[in-house]
């Protein structure tokens, strides 16, 4: 009997959030593009996920409108205000056509108005500051502060705003592209997007905005901007913490790692940058959908189908890198898909590596002499789009 024919991709397998890449790797190999549970698509394998995911010929599958069919179910008989399409409804991510051209380019323009790298020196000599005295260092944390440093600059984040508020608003938000999400999980969401509305004061980052939509003739309303504000925040927020923390994590296990890193050049310390983006792949999947049916290796995909692209599994794929799951710290060439491609390549790509070029070698330089608490496990958050440490404590 062949076994293949009985593998299906589930995330909660056992052991998954722990360790999802055994299973990826069983479907890579043996299933590597099947339907799943849920009438959606996976694909596994590096080639056919980038191929879809820089051709013109599919679209972003779009987030607002899915939650504009769910809220009547999610909310049904409650007093609570449905946010959740109203929130994601200009998440560029999520949007096709002119929306999102237009959209990138404004929001592109908006960050380049800003000094990052004085903001991302800043916030390392104030996160090292409040660290300097610590005999044990949470590193989720130590890396959302820093972020959170950077965001609330970038955003202008209202001084008396906490920080594990934002970082509780900036998971939550994130949580919401997730899937298998319950009821009370959903108004939980909800709930932090109405909070959200008020934390952003005389935000630069916003004027910006409002300035170079006004300038392509575009007239955002006050929900459209809110939505803008959060995804931004998120994005900034949440996918640079996570890749911070497990790069963090990977280096502080291997010495050979942190003496490169503290004799590393530029061009070295890059590609090592670039290698740990495609090791870790915290965004773990993308959707795409299909306009057109189209035939792939001798299946027909109607059209309109959801489409998962695993990230994460073509970023282990051996056909494409040699010793997948080990860190090559000069691996050359290194067309990883972390960040995604074609149109919808990630906006925050380039804060992101701007964040790990600035940050890298000053963290491990303080970091250096803390070990890895290994009397306490690490704690997974049980998410599947994006994957995310909740605690891991190193010690000195």
């Known amino acids: 009997m062949d076994r293949s024919s009985e593998i299906v ?15 990826l790797k069983e479907c890579r190999e043996k299933k590597p593009i099947h339907k799943g549970a849920h009438n959606e698509w996976i694909f596994f394998r590096y080639e056919d996920v980038s191929k879809i995911i820089r051709s013109n010929e599919f679209e972003a599958s779009e987030l607002s409108a899915y939650f504009q069919q769910k809220e009547p179910y999610i909310f049904k008989n409650t007093n609570v205000c449905p946010y959740l399409s109203k929130g994601t409804q200009k998440w560029p991510m999520y949007l096709n056509n002119d929306d999102h051209k237009n959209l990138r380019s404004i929001m592109g323009r908006s960050f380049k108005e800003f000094n990052l790298d004085l903001i991302i020196n800043d916030s390392i000599n104030i996160l090292h500051d409040r660290y300097k005295d610590s005999k044990t260092i949470d590193i989720v944390d130590y890396c959302a502060y820093f972020i959170f440093l950077v965001t609330e600059k970038l955003f202008g984040i209202k001084d008396y705003e906490s920080f594990e508020k934002v970082k509780k608003y900036s998971n939550m938000l994130a949580r919401s592209q997730d899937i298998f999400i319950p009821k009370q999980v959903y108004k939980e969401i909800n709930s932090w997007f109405l909070w959200g509305q ?25 929900e459209d901007m809110y939505s803008i504000m959060s995804i931004s925040v ?4 949440e996918t640079s913490k996570d890749n911070l923390t497990m790069a963090l994590f990977e280096i502080l296990k291997k010495p050979t790692l942190i003496k490169y890193i503290l004799g590393s050049d530029t061009k070295s310390l890059n590609l090592l940058i670039e290698e740990l983006f495609r090791f870790s792949s915290p965004l773990q999947y993308t959707v795409r959908v299909n306009k057109e049916p189209f035939e792939h290796k001798n299946t027909i995909i109607p059209a309109g189908s959801k489409l998962y692209l695993c990230l994460a599994s073509a970023n282990r794929d051996p056909d494409i890198f ?3 799951d080990k860190i090559i710290p000069n691996r050359n060439p290194n067309e990883h898909l972390a960040f995604g491609g074609g149109n919808h390549f990630c906006l925050g790509a380039q804060i992101s590596r701007r964040e790990m070029r600035f940050c890298l070698k000053p963290m491990i330089n303080f970091l250096k002499d803390y070990k890895i608490d290994s009397t306490q496990q690490i704690k997974w958050a049980r998410q599947i789009f994006m994957r995310t440490v909740e605690s891991l404590n190193i010690t000195k």
Not at 9 to 23: A, L, R, S
Not at 198 to 222: C, G, P, R, V, W
Request: glycine residues 2%.
């Open 198 to 222: 008020d934390i952003f004061h005389d935000s630069e980052y916003k004027k910006n905005i409002m300035l170079f939509a006004d300038q392509l003739n575009i007239d955002y309303t006050e």
């Open 234 to 237: 998120m994005a900034a927020f």
């Open 9 to 23: 991709w589930n995330p909660f397998t056992k052991g998954y959030f722990e360790n999802p890449y055994t299973h």
């Open 322 to 324: 040699n010793d997948p």
